[in-house]
């Protein structure tokens, strides 16, 4: 299958693509909006493999949770490839699409987490699998201290720490003796692409409704809070 997947629920910027010919990617820390560079990004990546969007045969995004601008970027601009190509659109959880690059053995942690300031970072804990598409949920992707996803943690096993979430509470994290920082990660591209294959296969009727592809906030928006506490 030839397939574009995105991801901007972070500052990381994520674009990769497969076909027959090969795989391309590009990860980008973006400092700016996403919605500035995340069509060149993927113009880059296609031409790089001589594929042109109607070349594509199915469309992968990152649902989130992160941050809520950038999901609505990478979202929105699925959404309308998807429409506009008449192709299938596949969403999934931001964490997911780290956790199956980490290259963990079966039974290790990934912890993933982004900062999501106010002292909780948007997380997830996997275990490693024999299938490394598939790794173990422990805790669903949310909206977490990050002592609900160290708790989690088998001890005994190594843990991967993915995301700026682990930098910033990397004190928090140090009694984790097994744990190894993942600085500068950056998910890879043929992961993610098997990963988005992998759940069409599953169920391709199920991502023929480009409407089923939402957002994954896992909170409420600052503004809506803000209105919420007015009434």
Same mark, same amino acid.
């Given at each position: ?102 290259? @963990?053995? =079966?039974?290790? %942690?990934?912890? +993933?987490?982004?900062? #999501?300031? &106010?002292?909780?970072?948007?997380? *997830? ?80 009727? @199920?991502? =023929?409704?480009? %409407?089923?592809? +939402?957002?994954?906030? #896992?909170? &409420?928006?600052?503004?809506?809070? *803000? ?5």
């Amino acid at each position: 299958m030839n397939i574009l997947v995105i991801d901007t629920a972070s500052q990381l910027e994520i674009v990769a693509a497969c076909a027959a010919s090969g795989a391309a990617e590009a990860s980008t820390l973006i400092q700016t909006s996403h919605s500035t560079t995340l069509m060149g990004a993927i113009d880059g990546c296609l031409n790089r493999l001589g594929l042109g969007l109607r070349g594509l045969d199915c469309i992968g995004v990152g649902i989130g949770p992160g941050s809520f601008t950038g999901i609505r970027i990478a979202v929105t601009t699925a959404r309308m490839l998807a429409q506009v190509l008449g192709k299938p659109l596949v969403g999934v959880k931001t964490q997911l699409l780290f956790a199956v690059s980490a290259g @963990a053995e =079966a039974g290790e %942690n990934i912890l +993933v987490a982004f900062d #999501a300031k &106010k002292g909780r970072v948007f997380g *997830a804990l996997y275990r490693g699998a024999a299938d490394p598409l598939a790794p173990l949920e422990i805790v669903p992707p949310g909206d977490y201290a990050i002592d609900a996803l160290i708790a989690g943690v088998d001890r005994t096993r190594r843990t991967h720490l993915i995301g700026d979430g682990t930098v910033k509470y990397a004190e928090a994290l140090a009694p984790l003796e097994l744990a190894v920082f993942r600085e500068d990660f950056a998910p890879d591209g043929r992961a993610l692409c098997g990963l988005t294959a992998a759940h069409y296969r599953a169920d391709p009727d @199920a991502y =023929a409704d480009l %409407n089923a592809t +939402v957002p994954c906030y #896992a909170r &409420k928006s600052d503004a809506e809070t *803000a209105k919420e506490s007015k009434r």
